[in-house]
């Protein structure tokens, strides 16, 4: 672990009640003290080509989930719940005339305007590496004090996230365990993830988004039910994804992508942590695998491009999954 | 023209300055009285699945802008410019400790959220059916009385914009004069299209997305340049690309897609009602075509995915386009 | 009553379950065809001056809560939550350089500024005339088809409410009971407002402030309590005070104003549209009340101005109260 | 002139100029360490009740500006501008049905909602002291390190402003020289204030709100105009009113109080900081005075309470002027 600026110290005095050895620090790329992308450098433009060469679009599924008002979303530290209102409707623009168009211009042309704003963090989405680090510094060691502006991180922002055109492969826990779906609040563990994918006979290939389905996505109309007590992805499962599977990026179809509470001690979100800052894995959130789980679609192309917000730490997308004509090995 | 219901009348005055007989009428969808989705009915499982065997995806093009505070977008009518705030910062949460978990928990878990809030028809999006209308109807004959809610409209919302995966092409007028961008409130005409397609040796296929390119892209981070005169498509082309070429969507690298001012009398967007309440063909906006037209690749493969904003009028989402290996015809 | 107007029935088909000759209908104003303030045009320059001329000015009492993200507010119709951000911070100004004043100036002129978005009803506020009609009309007969816009009201909005400098009254009805607070959806009726006035010694004159008090801002800080169950006036106290007392405008300490469940079929909020559609009354809600009735101050000068929020249906304000020399009879 | 802290040096290197002594630092307050009020503390209950006893409450006037979609507002730094939108409606709430009472109830009962964002600092409003610090600080030395959180400052926040209730004066800088208002870029000096308070023939006492009318009101309702090249206060007006006239709280008609450009290098707001950052004096900012001018009313009883939004830098207000029945003095 690397030692602290001792200039640094001073500010962000950070008291470890084990010891600094211990301590996790953000990790260093291994593409460049520059780069901001972590492991959404694997993907090549030769494997794109050759995974998309095996795809059948006769049937393609959508995995995300409406925005509506009182939908899910996170709550518990006060961000804004999605809101959506219209701004034109053509019987107000027949009383506000705010073109200036006149009443019989605006009776005929019947127009229509509205306007959204949500935590970019609302519906399907991905995670940029900017939303959790650790130690006031972001994966590849990009300092807050330094990069982070009042319109967000000028570093490993949403958009820089390119377009995510890989293999994609879903682990369904619930029905390798002979459930609709997981109990509130289970964690899921590595030995559940090999479990399932050896019941599925999938493999994760270097370079995977993999999908965890915990069944949550079943509640998603009941927006209470949904976010409270989720279940979600425990460390080991995450470490095995990581480090000895070599997936990409990780996902799943509840609120937060791990269980709570957290199992280590000074860190209420180690799970989102040990990915985002110390891998460069993004994480995605609440998406939609119940038709690809009904199907037993295991495999196949994820292909999602999210909205390039400047400086954001996550961002929504609409990712579709394409089967493969092969399993992609 | 079919008569007015007398009752509504009462309400929603009509009076034409010309002869009621030619007054335009929203369109009725071939697709049944309950269609929602006009001519995105054109896909098809088999034409999807032809069109995507013939794709080469090593390169893949993004056709989406940036989103950024003081970014172009619509402003005439008072509409939402587009905002994007912070909600949690690391040094933040030490300070606030929303989350109760300590300051020394808060310095090492460093956690960055954010907002963002915009006008539907900000940055690259494709406005729904429901954006403009006619007599207070929209396509297909559903009305605001009935069916335009507080939450938007409960017909022909951008939750029901399916995944766009249709054969592409980009028709670079500036290209096709040796211009680099065509000059400040240019109308696009029907003759500028097809001098445009031939010099290009491309075809407009039945149900394609037809990208036409202004060059105004080029002025995207100037939003004043941008945003004002900007040269547009005219009547003609719009009626010559729906009719007779028979594009299932059309879009634009400009802020409005259609020229201003408008050319008929009584009617401020008469290409906007023409194309969503005639005829059932939605539009995009501010699609960033520059990459394909300084590649040349006039014909490929439209991948697109709208986040399903329930009730909206138009949605925004960063399209891709995946050159063919060969023409698609 | 007056008769339906025999073409908005096409629209507006409202079915009575009673016969018409009892439904409802909004109120004439006194003050002509063209009034939008009811009843506060009762306030005149000579009562005010007289009114005012009997204060002591030595203690003010504050009758406005604080704005918080995570208050209290309306939220089971969807209604925006009150959000605070920051848009600019002293580190942030430093990294964004928005303003290009370069990065010694910025670290040497510490920049904070914020923002913030509510529901028009939250916080102490005021409502508006136009907050709840009857049968497509407010109070007076403007109706919506012809008078509300994308932008509010162009009738009875907020912008035309005057700084509102009254007598004010404060009826204390937990304390008249000798209990700290009333239960939970305690309705409170004539009855009750006439016993606490008698206990008090409190008269209520033509064109007073009436406040009542239900204890329950004891809970303002403690939101799910606050907002659920609460206590409120029944149909019989806003008669009394509406009808008898001769009240200019009603208020209380709660969210709602009113109790709840209705007490009459067919109006799920019978309170307010007697009260503002009806008579013309605006409604006070969230009124912090507890200061003034530690200190048994029952009678006192009502001071405050609302924001001008053109076309709101309410507007936030601060109240101030302060003491009469006099009890102002 | 305190010594920087050594260590705050390392993230927070202020390179002057000029030479370290003269660079200017937050100023102390003199009502202790823990104040966060600065010059508020002048109002004592004694004052205000002798006051408030010469007050002629026959005529009141509005010192507040309207809010409305497209007003003006400071926008250089990409700040939300004014939004107001209607979340429930008549029609709407028939559509929607959102609080499930059936179309009959819906149609009888018409409900109007509303909601509206804003920077804190748009329309009539108060600038706290936070608003702007130097050197990281704000008035009386509280650090943006500690003491700014995601949901604003924990010190000196808009909550914390009192209700204002002190004499006020008015400075007619434009009809003491004859002027309808004054030219584009006009700043004002301590020469000019001394010289229309002569004319005047009004003196500032201690503890005094002092306005200092423009005349950019006039162009309120054309924001372009009202925004651009606005006249404002120089330093040595600000000094004078400040350190010799004792005044409690400045206030001006236009945007930004001040004259742009700044006269010192090194700050491009030298007299905000001036005022809130060194004195501890609060600043507001559109005014309207054009009815106090025009009736002469010169000194007056100022009475404004700002909304208690917690942690904010500003907040609106809508003060009111109450003629004295002789100068206060």
Redesign the interface.
């Known amino acids: 672990m690397k030692l602290f600026?001792p200039?640094?110290l001073?500010?962000?005095?950070?008291?470890?009640?084990t010891s600094a050895t211990t301590?996790p620090d953000v990790g260093n790329s291994p593409w460049g003290k520059n780069d901001e992308l972590g492991r959404l450098n694997m993907m090549t433009?030769?494997g794109?080509?050759t995974?998309?060469?095996n795809?059948?679009?006769?049937?393609?599924y959508?995995l995300?989930?409406?925005?509506?008002?009182?939908m899910p979303s996170w709550q518990?530290?006060?961000?804004?719940?999605y809101?959506?209102?219209?701004?034109?409707?053509?019987?107000?623009?027949i009383?506000?005339n705010?073109?200036q168009?006149g009443t019989?211009?605006n009776?005929?042309?019947?127009?229509?305007?509205?306007?959204?704003?949500?935590?970019?963090?609302t519906?399907t989405h991905i995670d940029a590496l900017?939303?959790?680090?650790?130690?006031?510094?972001?994966y590849n060691h990009f300092s807050?004090?330094?990069?982070?502006?009042?319109?967000?991180?000028?570093k490993a922002g949403a958009?820089t996230l390119?377009?995510i055109?890989a293999r994609g492969v879903l682990v369904d826990i619930p029905a390798s365990k002979s459930l609709t779906q997981l109990p509130d609040n289970y964690r899921i563990s590595a030995e559940d993830i090999k479990t399932a994918l050896a019941k599925q006979n999938t493999r994760v290939l270097n370079g995977d988004v993999v999908l965890i389905r915990t069944g949550r996505m079943r509640q998603f109309e009941q927006p209470s039910v949904y976010m409270n007590n989720a279940p979600g992805l425990g460390m080991s499962a995450a470490k095995y994804l990581a480090e000895e599977a070599g997936a990409m990026v990780l996902g799943a179809d509840n609120l937060s992508f791990e269980a709570f509470p957290a199992e280590i001690n000074?860190?209420?979100?180690p799970v989102h942590?040990y990915l985002l800052?110390q891998k460069g894995i993004p994480i995605i959130e609440l998406a939609y695998l119940e038709e690809l789980a009904k199907d037993k679609v295991y495999e196949f192309a994820f292909?999602?491009?999210?909205?390039?917000?400047?400086?954001?730490?996550?961002s929504?997308?609409?990712?579709?999954a394409?089967p493969l004509t092969h399993s992609g090995e």
Chains 1, 2, 3, 4 share one sequence.
């Open positions: 600026n200039i640094l001073g500010l962000i005095v950070y008291c470890s009640a301590t433009a030769e794109r080509a995974l998309m060469a795809t059948d679009w006769q049937q393609v959508d995300a989930v409406d925005y509506y008002v009182g518990a530290a006060g961000d804004p719940h809101q959506f209102w219209m701004t034109h409707t053509p019987n107000g623009a009383v506000d705010v073109l168009q019989a211009v009776q005929h042309v019947s127009y229509s305007g509205s306007a959204f704003s949500m935590y970019t963090h519906g900017s939303h959790f680090g650790l130690n006031g510094k972001i807050a004090v330094t990069h982070l502006g009042d319109k967000g991180w000028q958009e390119p377009p055109i000074g860190n209420y979100v942590t800052a292909v999602a491009a999210s909205l390039k917000l400047r400086g954001a730490d996550a929504p997308f609409r990712p579709i394409v």
